[in-house]
C-alpha cells in the first residue's frame, strides 16, 4: 500500500522486500508499525541496515538518504512504514 502528496510518499512493507527510486524525495525513513520488526535490511542507502531488529518507537532508520539510484528495503517478520519526503 503506497499513499502519496505533493512532497511525501508512505509505503507499507509487510513480510517482503521492494524497491525504492529517490526521484523527487531526499529522504528515507523507515518505522516499525508491529511490535519489532526482524530481518530488516536496506540496501542503497547512506547509512545500511543489515538483518537489523527494529522496535516501535526507533530513530535507527530515520531521516536516511539515497547513496544510490536505487534502495531496496526487506523485513522478514513485521509490518515496516517506509516514508519518503522531499524536505
Known sequence: I???????SCTVLNSCSRKFLPGEYKYISIFSMSGKSAGVTAKGLKYPLNNAELPSGSTLGTSNEFADSEAE???????????????
Open 73 to 87: 528495503i526487506t523485513v522478514k517478520d513485521g509490518i515496516l512504514l517506509i516514508v519518503q519526503s522531499a524536505e
Open 2 to 8: 503506497t499513499i502519496k502528496d505533493k512532497g511525501n
